[in-house]
Structure formats: C-alpha cells, structure tokens
C-alpha cells in the first residue's frame, strides 16, 4: 500500500522551542493534512492544505503543502506544554483514501 | 454535541472470542471508517462505509466485518479474535470525501 514517512519519530525539547517535522512519500497527493492526537484521545484535524506551495497558518502552527506534491512539512512555534502528542500527516489520493504517516511524537520539557 | 461515540473502551478478549465495537455519531455524516493503530505503523484502514447499507475493504480488512444498518451507526466485529488484533481501534466520520475526519476517542483491545 501507500507509505508516508515521517520524521522524526520523537521529538524531546525544551518549553519555548520552535519545532519542526515532515512527511515524505514517493507519491503525489491532492491534500495533506496534518492531526495530532492527544494521549487517549482521537486525532483532531489541525491544518488542511490543498494546492502545491500552499502555506496555511493555525494560531502558533505552520504547514506546507510541498511543490513536487510530495512532501508536507509542520513547524510550531514557541512551544507550550499544551502541545505534547503525537502528530500525524495523511494525504488523500481520492474520496475515502487517505493514508496516514507513522506519526511524531512530541515530549516538552518544562 | 457528542460527535463520535465509541463503546466500549477498553476490551480483553482470549483467542477465538468473538465481539463487536459500537461506533455512533450524531452529525449526520455519510462517511464513517474504522481505523486500527499499532505502535510505529500510525493509522490504517480497516473498513469503510460511504452511506446507509455500504461497506468497503480498507488496507487491513481481513479478521474483521463490518455493517451499517443505520446511519448514525457503524458497527466492526471481529469474528475469532486473534493476538494479531491487539490494537486501538478508533472509528471516524465526514460529511466530506474522506479528508476533515471526526475521531472517536478509541477503544483499547487486547487479545491473549
């Protein structure tokens, strides 16, 4: 089936630290969009994006659509202990197909 | 609103058992899918369903069946549960084609 790779797999930084993670695949996608999942909880939608080179903001959060449509990339910024879990890319190949990356998870330290 | 509802949480079943996972959601969506997430893998497609009495194979359909007789619901059994099953299942739902999706909260299930 299809594969996205994510990285890093974990991430540990300090609170206040600027955070970056991507999502490669070796085949084009219509949308990326990116999820995080809090602990015991379902993933819950962050950002959605939709045209190469798009780059779409979410309060302290940055995502990219790549120009070969094969890659997406998150940043977020001043991280807060509120941002800890796990996040997940997906790109969608067509109705009802989206395929999920491995997902990073995110340690804070305070 | 409740938005996703799934019953139960947590299951332990022996090999062999059978059981069904509930999965309700009251926001009127067309499009309700199962997922299972194991450690490293992220998430992956069980089945899905795109209205009132469809079901289609996701990626990892086999040991499992699904129904959706109603709706607002969609059920996933699992016939003679194996240790291989030991996952999170979350269910999901869209009114859209497959991308703004609605996680439930998860149900937790061991099989020994």
């Known amino acids: 089936g299809q594969q996205l790779n994510q990285s890093p797999q974990s991430m540990f930084i300090q609170e206040g630290e600027d955070v970056s993670m991507n999502c490669t695949s070796s085949s084009i996608f219509n949308t990326w969009l990116w999820y995080k999942q809090d602990p015991g909880e379902g993933p819950v939608l962050l950002i959605a994006?939709?045209?190469?080179?798009e780059l779409t903001s979410n309060g302290r959060l940055t995502a990219q659509f790549g120009i070969t449509r094969k890659d997406s990339f998150l940043n977020i910024s001043a991280s807060i202990p509120s941002d800890v879990g796990i996040y997940f890319c997906a790109g969608q190949l067509g109705a009802q197909k989206l395929v999920f990356g491995q997902g990073t998870r995110l340690t804070i330290n305070p | 609103n409740a938005g996703v509802t799934q019953t139960p949480k947590f299951r332990v079943l022996k090999t062999g058992q059978s059981m069904t996972l509930l999965c309700a959601q009251d926001?009127?969506?067309?499009?309700m899918y199962w997922y299972r997430q194991d450690p490293g893998m992220g998430l992956r497609l069980i089945h899905y369903s795109v209205g009132e009495g469809t079901t289609a194979k996701g990626e990892v359909p086999d040991g499992y069946n699904v129904s959706r007789l109603k709706k607002q619901n969609f059920l996933l059994g699992l016939e003679s549960a194996a240790p291989s099953q030991t996952s999170v299942y979350f269910c999901?739902?869209?009114?859209?084609?497959?991308?703004?999706?609605?996680f439930g909260s998860g149900t937790q299930l061991s099989v020994l």
């Open positions: 999901a739902s869209t009114s859209y084609g497959g991308e703004k999706l609605f």
């Open positions: 926001m009127n969506h067309e499009y």
């Open positions: 994006l939709y045209k190469a080179g």
